[in-house]
């Protein structure tokens, strides 16, 4: 009974993982570019590709975009350049990447405990509301995420005998992650690893078992040339990058030096609500399970080798937590690099307590974030201009309306609409000063103005007079106007 009872849990799980992989791949193409942070990251890897410039991601043409490295827009960018321009392209890295990590940490738990708790494990990781919701978002954190846990899972490969290649895989993962996200990865990866090996006293076997000078050389080599590089295009960029983005921004709340925005005001200590919606459903469910194994859990946490494996699974959960409390500028995915060790460490105490029924309901646990996610899709398909901010509709009629090859859209707003930039493929421009406005209908004769409806009475009157109407659209709680030039066919 035990055997079928396994068997069919199983069973199960491989179906749900299959689902929802399938709704995964079938939100990248069905929900449009949002704003502000998806649509930005996916135009900033466009222009990549489009001006072939490499080295300094632009944040408009002529401006760098300081502010992140650029291994995910390098991936985005290459993606397009392969499958076209378009949504399911560009995220289709951060969904590779994002499997990626879900196998190394997979991987992981099979090695200790086999398939059983490696499935488990996969469950616990694919089916949290984050994971699941940043595997295939275009941003710079499923890059960070898999960097880091290439080197969390690689340590401990190394330090339990694991081959050559999982020493020289810790360092590949340092130096990719400074090209992810910079000095951020090394902290969050170096800080539970530093007090695992304080706390298990284990610093002899971590000056055995990893290459330091060879693999010192190795994050060098990878992460080095581009920083160079970056500095001589752009200089300025290294105190920018360096002070501005790793220092004031998450130790001063009031920050005013951020050049693509604004700083993201947080009261400090706000990542642990964050974690915690990020493990939904997990952290609800392991509330239950808390609340029925209280009394189990001293024995639980005892169960096991004394190798260390559960201190190290809690202070990979944890330490990123603690570190970002110190922080007054933070958002949800900030808690990302954490759930790979979040769901191994629940992997490891649910392999240690698991009963004859175990693993029964983790398959459709983990079916609730995908429910989501197919809401998501439903609502788009539904009235997607009621949920979702995105210019691609006021876009489409614009193409509809078949402008003269060298003419543009002109936003009069003083808000950029980077997904109007990214469907228009760049023929996009943005202003709220008059004589920005008439010098760019000078030199593009036949373009046409988006607005929204309360900042048309703004528009020059001269201008307004030239142009009408062809077009509403609703963008959530905008109204947008499409205009175009009078007497134009």
């Not at 991936?75 to 990590?101: D, H, I, K, Q």
């Not at 488990?120 to 595997?135: D, E, I, M």
């Not at 694991?162 to 951020?184: D, E, I, Q, S, V």
């Not at 790793?246 to 130790?251: C, D, E, K, W």
Request: a positive charge; charged letters at 15%; glycine letters at 10%.
């Amino acid at each position: 009974m035990k055997n079928a009872a396994t068997s069919s849990w199983k069973k199960t799980a491989g179906y749900v993982l299959l689902t929802l992989l399938a709704i995964r791949l079938l939100a990248l193409w069905a929900i449009p570019l949002t704003d502000t942070t998806e649509a930005r990251y996916a135009e900033i890897a466009r222009k990549m590709l489009e001006t072939g410039n490499w080295v300094t991601p632009l944040h408009d043409y002529g401006v760098p975009f300081w502010a992140k490295p650029p291994l995910s827009t390098w991936l985005s960018a290459a993606s397009m350049g392969l499958f076209g321009v378009n949504e399911l392209a560009a995220r289709l890295p951060a969904l590779l990447l994002s499997l990626a990590a879900l196998w190394l940490t997979a991987g992981l738990m099979r090695r200790r405990h086999g398939g059983e708790a490696a499935l488990a494990t996969t469950l616990l990781l694919g089916g949290g509301l984050l994971f699941y919701g940043a595997a295939g978002t275009v941003m710079t954190d499923p890059s960070l995420l898999f960097c880091v846990t290439l080197s969390q899972v690689a340590f401990w490969h190394a330090m339990q005998g694991g081959g050559r290649a999982w020493r020289y895989a810790f360092f590949a993962g340092l130096g990719l992650g400074m090209l992810a996200k910079g000095p951020l990865a090394v902290v969050l990866v170096g800080m539970p690893i530093f007090f695992w090996v304080l706390i298990h006293n284990q610093w002899k076997a971590l000056w055995r078992e990893l290459p330091w000078i060879s693999g010192t050389l190795l994050v060098v080599a990878v992460a080095l040339p581009w920083y160079v590089w970056a500095e001589i295009r752009t200089p300025g960029f290294l105190n920018y990058f360096i002070m501005g983005e790793h220092v004031s921004r998450f130790l001063d709340s009031g920050w005013k030096g951020d050049k693509y925005g604004f700083a993201h005001a947080t009261p400090r200590g706000m990542i642990w609500p964050y974690a915690f919606g990020a493990l939904f459903p997990w952290s609800l469910a392991m509330l239950v399970w808390l609340a029925r194994n209280v009394r189990r859990l001293p024995a639980l946490c005892r169960g096991g080798s004394d190798d260390g494996w559960l201190l190290y699974l809690a202070l990979w959960t944890l330490m990123t937590l603690l570190f970002f409390t110190l922080s007054g500028n933070i958002i949800f995915p900030y808690s990302l690099p954490m759930l790979p060790g979040a769901a191994l460490l629940m992997a490891e105490l649910w392999q240690r307590g698991r009963g004859p029924s175990s693993g029964s309901a983790l398959p459709w646990l983990a079916m609730v974030s995908g429910i989501l996610i197919l809401v998501a899709v439903g609502l788009q398909w539904h009235d997607g201009a009621r949920y979702f901010r995105t210019q691609k509709p006021v876009i489409a009629a614009w193409k509809q309306q078949q402008p003269q090859s060298d003419a543009i859209l002109i936003y009069w707003d003083s808000r950029r609409e980077f997904s109007a930039e990214f469907y228009s493929q760049g023929k996009v421009r943005t202003t709220a000063k008059p004589e920005a406005l008439a010098a760019l209908l000078a030199s593009h004769p036949g373009s046409f103005i988006a607005t929204e409806q309360r900042d048309y009475a703004s528009l020059p009157a001269p201008i307004a007079a030239g142009y009408a109407r062809v077009g509403e659209f609703a963008v959530m709680k905008d109204h947008m106007l499409l205009l175009r030039p009078a007497g134009s066919n």
